[in-house]
Every structure is written in structure tokens, then in C-alpha cells.
């Protein structure tokens, strides 16, 4: 009997102990674990549905995820990206604005229902602040910007946002143009050297840690830059350091204040390859720019892969992958001339 | 004796500018060789053939424009600071005093965000400047209250109301094209000056030069007080009033062209005193040939000391702080 009493308790005891780690593993399965870039780790519940942010490229993360204005409860800067986001959400200016840059109005964000907070690793100081008002938060791009950080931003936000096959999706799109300019690039003789201007004034330029330097060398070419050190900043410089650098191609962002007229009828520019052979141009979009850190690179890759190699790689081609891109992310195309592309 | 110490030292003060002209025009990111520049103007002036095309557009479309509009800009600005010093018997005043300052920056802003040319807004700079001018003499005459001491309190309320309306502008400003712009452009520099901006401000700093130095003398008069200079038989209003116009006009069009620059105005009339005396007839020459010297100096470190443009407040800040404090120590007594 002693020895029926005692199996019976062990059973129980085993049963039990059995019993206990299942249910606690399955709590846990539940909870979704992040380590952001700047190595913080995160638990979420569930994954977020309701989404803030002010850094443009850092929330297209989660547009993108969404395919519109899904996830997004408030935005910061709200004129970049508009023509993109007035096409594919349903009201853009219903959004709330929840701030400008480092400046947020927490009552704000706590107003829209916000669950997650997205930044980028230059606002990281903003990491206390949402969590005092309650908000999950992942800081969700470095500031040294390369290919790695965008699938590492899309990787994060899909698992944070349940959406981690769509990040796999996306992510895959970006690496088969990366893979495709690579073969294009390979056939080519010669590499340009390129200067990429930004958006403020003609005389700012993009230093090695942008994410316009790894633009330049995927698509074939060489930034014309050297001896700026910098990250995730354009750097003033003067024109007589661009005469010296001599670029063969120069591109300023389709957002930029300047044209291209600007520059060529300039005679202080008048002597650089770039102005005297006339290969001055808008980088793409006027629907989003293509030149940022965000899934949107894809296609400025396959834009400037076209532009230093024209006879390897059409503008039919690129449009065929500016329609896949559109078409997967949002459901929708858009013309070239919407585009700016010519 | 004070007439030959004047002489000489304007003299060597020329001679300085000179050579130093010439240094700045030799030394670029391109080439730092003066063989390329003299082959250069030799070449212009037909005395040579063969010139190199792209020296020839550094020498005579980048690095002369910006070398004489930075001197001319140095000499108004120290020029408009050692005048408003006299006039306000202050030596702690600098150019911004009124408000021009705070009132172009407003100026450039709005132009900025409105995605003007660069000639817009320095137009809207200017103006702006000469709007902030305007508001600060008017105060004084709505109190029926002239004497210094409320323009400079005018100038104070001014300018602070404009750098509200600037924050207001910034705030609003797009992050990666327009603030950038307006931050840059207040910290100050010549990297956009083309051969344009000679032309435009070279008149305002020929006729408000002439006009300044043909009333020093009446400077060191109205630095006796003012019932000392009326019982001269001055026109103390208008007098004053012809000088802060001046001032205030040399002041809007350097600022409108090269964004604030800070300590120059300032420091530049008190190192003129230090080595002349404060007879203005003296001070105020002197001044305009220290400034354009030093403004010619620190613009050609901000273009070559590294690959990035320096801002010219950075460098103006940290030249003139110290000298100040040297000036200062210098004139220990006279602070006393």
C-alpha cells in the first residue's frame, strides 16, 4: 500500500510540475521579445496596432508594414512624403501631428491611443519620456545608415507590428535589386565619380556614413566625397572643394530648393565634368524620396543604376520594378511623370 | 605727433590688407600654389598666354568675389560698431543693437520657407533689417521719450520680439531643407557670395563710409553729453539720426549677404582704440581697415582650414572672446 501511496504522489507531483511549465510557456509564447539598435530589449504583450513617430524615414518603416496608414496614429513631419501618403491612405490630414522632430507634445501622443513609439537612434533621448507616459518605444534606426540598417528597421518593426512576413517580403525586393545592380554593375568598364547634394543648398553634400554613399558604390560609381566625416548629417562645403573633387554626375534630391538649371547656368560650377557635360539631376521620387534609409531605397538603387549605366539597364526596366514595388507595398502604381522620372 | 601715429599705422594697416589679399587669393582647396594665381592674372591682363581655364574661374568667379565682399562686410560691420559705440558713449554695444540683426534673420527665414533665390532673400534680409530699425526708432517717439537709454531699450524689445518670431519660423521650418538653411544662415558665411553681392553692397558702403567720416568729428562731440553739444550749436537728433541710419543701413546689408556675424563689431572699434586713442576722426578709419583685415582673415580659414565650410560666428567667436578679454584687461582703468 506504502509503496501504491507513494507512486500516486510522485504521478501528482510530476503531473502538476508538468502542467505549471506548459501554461507558463505558453504565456510566454505570447510575448513578443525586441532588441532595438542601440541594444535595448523590449516586451511586448502583443504586437502593436497603434504606432507614433516623428522621424520620416524611421516611421515609413511601419507604413510600409501596413501598406497605408494601418498602424500610424501620428506623425511628425508631415510635407515629406505627402504626395505618397495622401495617394495611399485614406485621410493623411486626418493624422495627428504629434510634433516636430525633437519636440513632441506628449499629451498628444497619450490622446491618440498610441501603444508603440518608433525613433530614430539620434532622438534616443526621447526613450524616457514615452515610457513615462506609458508607450512601449524601439528605437528602430542607427545612426550610421547602411542596407543592414534598413532590413535590421523593417525586421524589428514587423515583428513589433505582427507583420513579419511582409518585412520578409519587402526586405527580399530590396536585396534582389541590390543582387540585380550588382550583375548590371558588373559588365560595366568604367566607375563615375558621383556628388550627392542635399536637399538644403547646393553647397551641403553627402558625407561616407549616409546612406547616399552606399547608393553611389551599388550602383557602380564612387562618391566624389572624401575628407568629410560626419553621420546621418549633409556637411556645408564650398564650391571651390566641389571644383576640386571634379564629379562626373552630381544628383540633389527631387525635394531639394535648387534645380539643376541653377547649377548649370552657375559660372562657378562652370568647370566641374559633372555641369559641363550636363549630367546634373533630380534623384527620384516626387512621390517619396528614393534616396533615404527607408524600403524606398530599392528603387533609388534601381534609379541610379539606370542613370550611370543607361545602355545596361532601361527606363522600362526600372518602371517594371517601380510598378512590383508599388504594387506589393500599397497596391497601387504611379506614372513616371508622377514620379519625376524621365 | 597723433597725426603721424595715425598715418603710419593706416598705412601699415593698407599694406597688411594688401598682402594679405593676395595670400587669401593664393590659398583654396584647389591650390594652395600663388604661381597658379599669378599665372592667372597674368594672364587676364594679357601679359602671359595660356591660362588654365579652371584657375581662371576659381581666381576670378569663387575666391575674389568672396574675398572682397568679406572684407567689405568686416569694414561695415566694425564700422556701424564703432559709430553706434560713440554715439551711445557705450562700449559694450555691437552692431545688433537696434534689432538689424534679429530683424534680417526673420527676413531670410521668411525667404527660405518661401523657397526664394538666394538674391530674394537677401533683399528680404535687408528689409527685414531695416523693418526692425524702423520699429525700434518709433518706439521712442510713441513714448515721447528720445534720449539713449530708450532706443536701446527699444533695440532690446525689438529684437527679442523678432527671435520669437524666428523660433516660431524654425519651428515650422521643414527639418531636412529649410531649418538647415536658417540654422546655417544665422551662424554666418560667405560660401554663397558670387560677384553679384559686390555689386550691391559696395554703394551702401561707399556712401555711408563717406557720410560716417565726415561726421566722426561730430561723434567726439556728442561723446562730451548732450547739453555739451547743443551749447556747440549741434543738431543733436538730426546728427544722431543721420549716424544710426548709416549704421543701420551698413549693418542690414553685410547681414543680408553673409547671415549674423557675431564679436566683430564689437571688438574690432575697441582694438582701433587701443592702438589710436578714441578721437573718432581717427578710431572710425582705422576701424574700417581692422575689420576688413580680420574678416578677411577668419573668412579665408572658414573656406580652407578643413574640407567642411566653418561657420564665420564659430571662428569670429573664438578669436574674438579671447581678444576681448585681452582688451579688456588691457583697458583695466576704463573699466574701472
Known amino acids: 500500500m506504502l509503496r501504491k501511496d507513494k507512486f500516486f504522489y510522485l504521478f501528482t507531483i510530476v503531473l502538476v510540475t508538468l502542467l505549471a511549465v506548459s501554461l507558463t510557456s505558453i504565456g510566454a509564447e505570447d510575448k513578443i521579445v525586441l532588441v532595438d539598435v542601440i541594444g535595448r530589449e523590449i516586451v511586448l504583450d502583443k504586437p502593436a496596432t497603434k504606432v507614433v513617430g516623428t522621424h520620416n524615414p524611421t516611421l515609413n518603416a511601419a507604413v510600409v508594414l501596413g501598406g497605408g496608414e494601418k498602424y500610424i496614429v501620428g506623425f511628425g513631419n508631415k510635407e515629406m512624403s505627402r504626395p505618397l501618403y495622401e495617394a495611399v491612405m485614406d485621410d493623411y490630414d486626418a493624422i495627428v501631428q504629434i510634433g516636430k522632430g525633437g519636440n513632441i507634445n506628449f499629451e498628444t501622443v497619450l490622446a491618440t491611443g498610441a501603444d508603440l513609439a518608433i525613433i530614430p537612434e539620434r532622438f534616443k533621448d526621447q526613450v524616457v519620456q514615452f515610457e513615462e507616459v506609458g508607450l512601449n518605444v524601439i528605437v528602430a534606426l542607427p545612426n550610421e545608415e547602411s542596407f543592414d540598417t534598413i532590413r535590421q528597421s523593417l525586421t524589428l518593426l514587423g515583428k513589433a507590428l505582427g507583420a513579419s512576413d511582409r518585412a520578409e517580403m519587402i526586405i527580399g525586393f530590396m536585396d534582389d535589386r541590390i543582387e540585380n545592380a550588382r550583375k548590371i554593375t558588373s559588365q560595366a568598364t568604367d566607375k563615375q565619380t558621383v556628388l550627392f547634394l542635399g536637399g538644403s543648398s547646393a553647397l551641403s553634400v553627402a558625407p561616407d556614413a549616409m546612406i547616399q554613399t552606399h547608393l553611389i558604390e551599388i550602383a557602380g560609381g564612387l562618391n566624389a566625397v572624401s575628407g568629410v566625416s560626419g553621420t546621418g548629417n549633409f556637411v556645408e562645403v564650398n564650391i571651390e572643394q566641389i571644383i576640386s573633387w571634379n564629379p562626373d554626375v552630381i544628383w540633389y534630391p527631387a525635394y531639394a530648393r535648387y534645380t539643376a538649371e541653377d547649377l548649370l547656368n552657375d559660372p562657378a560650377w562652370s568647370n566641374i565634368n559633372a555641369v559641363k557635360n550636363k549630367k546634373v539631376f533630380a534623384f527620384p521620387s516626387q512621390v517619396e524620396p528614393w534616396d533615404q534609409p527607408t524600403a524606398a531605397l530599392a528603387l533609388g538603387i534601381a534609379w541610379a543604376t539606370h542613370n550611370l549605366h543607361p545602355d545596361l539597364y532601361t527606363l522600362d526596366e526600372i518602371m517594371a520594378d517601380v510598378d512590383n514595388y508599388y504594387n506589393m507595398v500599397y497596391g497601387k502604381t504611379f506614372t513616371g511623370e508622377q514620379l519625376g522620372i524621365k | ?336
Open chain 2, 1 to 336: 605727433m597723433d597725426n603721424t601715429k595715425f598715418r603710419r599705422l593706416f598705412t601699415i594697416l593698407i599694406v597688411l590688407l594688401i598682402i594679405t589679399f593676395f595670400i587669401s587669393l593664393s590659398i583654396g582647396r584647389y591650390s594652395n600654389d600663388p604661381l597658379d594665381v599669378l599665372n592667372t592674372l597674368f594672364s587676364r591682363a594679357g601679359w602671359k598666354e595660356g591660362s588654365n581655364p579652371i584657375m581662371d574661374n576659381i581666381v576670378f568667379y569663387v575666391r575674389m568675389p568672396r574675398i572682397i565682399v568679406s572684407m567689405l562686410v568686416g569694414a561695415m560691420l566694425s564700422l556701424s560698431g564703432a559709430v553706434y559705440q560713440g554715439v551711445f558713449k557705450n562700449p559694450l554695444i555691437s552692431p545688433d543693437l537696434l534689432g538689424v540683426s534679429s530683424g534680417a534673420s526673420v527676413g531670410a527665414a521668411l525667404a527660405i520657407m518661401l523657397g526664394a533665390s538666394l538674391a530674394q532673400r537677401q533683399i528680404t534680409a535687408f528689409l527685414g533689417g531695416l523693418l526692425a530699425v524702423s520699429i525700434t526708432a518709433f518706439i521712442p517717439k510713441l513714448f515721447k521719450n528720445r534720449n539713449n537709454m530708450m532706443l536701446v531699450l527699444s533695440g532690446i524689445i525689438v529684437s527679442g520680439f523678432f527671435c520669437s518670431l524666428l523660433s516660431i519660423m524654425k519651428f515650422v521650418a521643414e527639418e531636412q531643407t529649410e531649418l538647415a538653411s536658417i540654422v546655417f544662415w544665422q551662424m554666418g558665411s560667405m560660401a554663397k557670395v558670387l560677384g553679384k553681392e559686390i555689386v550691391a553692397i559696395t554703394p551702401v558702403f561707399i556712401i555711408c563710409t563717406t557720410v560716417l567720416l565726415l561726421l566722426s568729428w561730430r561723434i567726439n562731440i556728442l561723446s562730451f553729453g548732450d547739453l555739451e553739444a547743443k551749447s556747440l550749436g549741434m543738431n543733436i537728433t538730426q546728427i544722431r539720426g543721420i549716424i544710426i541710419v548709416c549704421a543701420s543701413l551698413l549693418t542690414a546689408s553685410s547681414v543680408s549677404i553673409s547671415g549674423t556675424i557675431g564679436w566683430i563689431g564689437l571688438v574690432i572699434p575697441h582694438l582701433g582704440r587701443l592702438a589710436i586713442g578714441t578721437d573718432n576722426t581717427k578710431v572710425v578709419p582705422i576701424t574700417v581697415v581692422m575689420g576688413a583685415l580680420f574678416m578677411l582673415v577668419i573668412d579665408t580659414l572658414a573656406r580652407t582650414v578643413s574640407t567642411a565650410e566653418i561657420p564665420l560666428s564659430i571662428l569670429t567667436g573664438f578669436v574674438g572672446a579671447p581678444l576681448f578679454a585681452y582688451l579688456l584687461y588691457k583697458q583695466k582703468t576704463l573699466v574701472e
